[in-house]
């Protein structure tokens, strides 16, 4: 999972969202500072705690009330601050001269709770007052303009799979959908599928998704993945996961397009039929290879549809979003903000 933002004087930034800290005080000595982003992480990752504050979207997308009130708790502030450093991280990565003064839209999953709304809203208006949410896949089809209409947009994150019918109008509910799953609960389910089939390999989160991320397909090409991994008895050996990565990538892409058509079954516009339509695939996990061919297949919509991957799978949504803070007029930023969630106290 990336954190990404544009900003209009033409900065951009892609960071890796996981925050290291110190381990002990010696750690924080050698490092010389409280916690680091971005590669210097790798350079000290031993010597780190490091937080994916957004893993599996745990703040992002189903939160409680019960959730949102306990932040003070320990464990869940150490997820709080790592996020909190992260958009500042990327909001001074930007080089925006008046943080106080900047329009600020953010991508959030298209089904997030008020609650993990709030969240977000909390940790930008540390930064700046002024800031507005809209779904991710909403965010990206803004950024495409005409290209993106009467299209389903598929916004395949590490945390979850959003879906968005199109039409060139800010979406009504029904007009978009969440799927709880994503590439880290892909990656979690090939490391214990790993670890179930070979038992004897060592493989860390990091191999794990380089190894996906290499290899990975739900089309009809695959490459043969024999992998050299380390082994418990200290030495290193070569492991056939062919058939491992290509039964979890074809669940994977089973459950994106099993969401697809629970969610074309739940827009209530007369207008929109599947014939003629695009089908958008944005967000990292739209690299998988053979994922267009795959949805095409199973839907049997060959001809009828387009399936495809938009040209930057990296920053299509923060350019969207971007281009609605800047283009939006007073009222239309008054429209954004006025779905703001009200939380209601924990004595409430």
Known sequence: MFTTAAASNGGRTCVRSEVGFPRDAVARHMIGSDFVIGETINQHRQALNVVRPFE??????????????????????????????????????????????????VGIPAGASVYSQRLVLDLIEAVTPYV????????????????????????????????????????????????????????????????????????????VRRIKERYGSAGTQVRD??????????????????????????????????????HISSVDNDDFFIDGAKVLLAGGGSQLQGLDEYIEQSLSISERCEVVRI??????????????????????????????????????
């Open 56 to 105: 599996r979207n745990s703040l992002k997308l189903a939160m409680t009330k019960q959730q949102f009130h306990s932040l003070s708790d320990a464990d869940d502030h150490r997820y709080l601050s790592a996020a909190g450093e992260l958009v500042s991280h990327s909001v001074s990565e930007l080089g925006v001269s008046d943080e106080q003064q900047m329009r600020c839209v």
């Open 132 to 207: 507005a949410v809209v779904s991710e896949p909403f965010a990206v089809g803004y950024g495409m303009g005409a290209e993106a209409n009467n299209s389903i947009i598929i916004d395949i994150g590490a945390g979850t799979v959003d879906y968005c019918y199109y039409y060139g109008a800010f979406p009504a509910e029904q007009d978009q959908a969440t799927l709880g799953y994503g590439g880290d609960h892909v990656d979690a389910e090939l490391k214990e599928a790993i670890k179930a089939a070979h038992p004897d390999a060592k493989v860390s989160d990091i191999a």
């Open 225 to 262: 993945a024999v992998v050299e991994l380390p082994t418990r008895e200290g030495r290193s050996g070569r492991f056939d996961l062919t058939d491992i990565i290509r039964g979890v990538c074809l669940q994977f892409a089973s459950k994106i397009t099993d969401g697809l058509v629970k």
């Open 311 to 348: 040209h930057d799978c990296k920053y299509a949504g923060a350019t969207g979003a971007l281009q609605l803070a800047r283009q939006l007029p007073d009222e239309g930023w008054q429209f954004l903000c006025k779905f703001k969630p009200e939380i209601e106290s924990e004595a409430a």
